[in-house]
């Protein structure tokens, strides 16, 4: 089947089945012809929220289909690709965050959302990339656990004045392995290019952003901007789409490696696949899902 017939039959299939599908935006880019929200997790998040589909299919990584089921109790959420995991998520569960928690009493919980239904129901709040100054700013308390990753725990400690993230040693693999020599090397090949640096960097390579943000953030500041170029210190699915949408401007991205592999498993073919049988369910158990919705629900009113 070629691309055309599958878009097609997804449509049709969607329009009939009262489904749709939200697409991050490392995901494959022919994967937005078929979506009706892309975006970043906070984004889709609340479209998981909002929306009055039955079926919700969610090309992402498996822990982004968890919270949208957990947002939608009531609705079907289907995962195209079931092994479609996240390593910063697996970087730590529940017995390590207890552990955690142990070593650190009587501190609220952050936790990126970027992680487990069970490791966000032992949490206080989650966040985002996007909210997570906010989220930590709206606890108004001197210190905060920050789980699972110590790059983006660090970025918000080092936005906030009197506020000590204490944070676990997680990280992305696929951030946290961009060096600063990297940036030199761009830098070198186009000094006039801005810097967008995503707070999953590690320290040393926020520290050469122009602007540091999440996937949103720095979509959004390069469409307003009237600069022409800009190094893009993140995945390499969000500089597809600047280039796709902002055809005059040019985008470097930092380095070849710079892909999440998992996120690109899921092609047009899967989505047909979950859509015709209902496949690849997620489904969270009650009491995890209670609890995880709590520090959900509290994000997402800031
Ligand atoms: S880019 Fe990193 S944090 Fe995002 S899904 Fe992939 S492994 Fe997880």
Known sequence: MDKRELVEKINKLKKEKNAIVLAHTYQNIEIDEVADFSGDSLFLSRQAAKTDADIIVFAGVYFMA???KILSPEKTVLLPVLSAGCAMADKINVDQLRKFKSQHPNIPVVCYVNSTAAVKAESDICCTSANAV????SLNVPEVLFVP?????????????????????????????????DIVKQKAL???????????CSDEVVKMADFTG???GIIKTVKE???????????????????RDCPNKKFVLINEKAVCNTMKLIRLEDILHVLQTGENEINIAKDIAQKAITAIDKMLKI
Not at 134 to 137: L, Q
């Open 66 to 68: 968890e919270t949208a």
């Open 134 to 137: 906010d989220v930590v700013k």
């Open 149 to 181: 990753d110590k790059h983006l725990g660090a970025y918000v400690e080092s936005m906030l004045d009197g506020v000590k993230v204490i944070t676990y040693p997680g990280f992305c693999p696929v951030h946290h392995e961009i060096a600063v020599s």
């Open 190 to 200: 186009y000094p006039n290019a801005k810097v967008m640096v995503h707070p999953e």
């Open 214 to 216: 999440s996937t949103t």
């Open 225 to 243: 901007s009237n600069d022409k170029e800009f190094i893009i210190v993140t995945e390499k699915g969000v500089v597809e789409r600047l280039q």
